[in-house]
């Protein structure tokens, strides 16, 4: 598949459950070392690009990820 796509997390809402990190076929998000309101690390996307396939945000039971594909 190719690299047509890129996330955000918004990091406010995380709540470090790592669902989004397990099931990323592209190892592009892992936790930060910031703590965020919650007293989480949050996770953050750490590549430019990714294959854009939404996974992460289907698993996010916090809803915290927007996916955009690119064409
Ligand atoms: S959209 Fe897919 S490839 Fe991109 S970060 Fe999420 S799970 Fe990983
Ligand atoms: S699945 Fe959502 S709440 Fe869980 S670590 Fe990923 S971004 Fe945070």
């Known amino acids: ?3 047509n796509g890129t996330i955000t997390i918004d990091k406010t809402l995380c ?7 397990s099931v990323c076929p592209e190892g592009a998000i892992q936790l930060s070392d910031e703590i ?3 007293g989480y690390h ?3 996307f750490i590549k430019e690009r990714c294959k854009g396939c ?3 945000a289907l698993m996010c039971p916090e ?4 996916v955009f594909r690119e064409r």
Do not use: F, G, Q, T
Request: aromatic share 0%.
């Open 63 to 66: 809803v915290a990820i927007e």
């Open 36 to 38: 965020n309101p919650k």
């Open 54 to 56: 939404s996974l992460c």
């Open 42 to 44: 949050p996770a953050e």
């Open 15 to 21: 709540k470090a459950c790592e669902l989004c990190i």
């Open 1 to 3: 598949m190719a690299m």
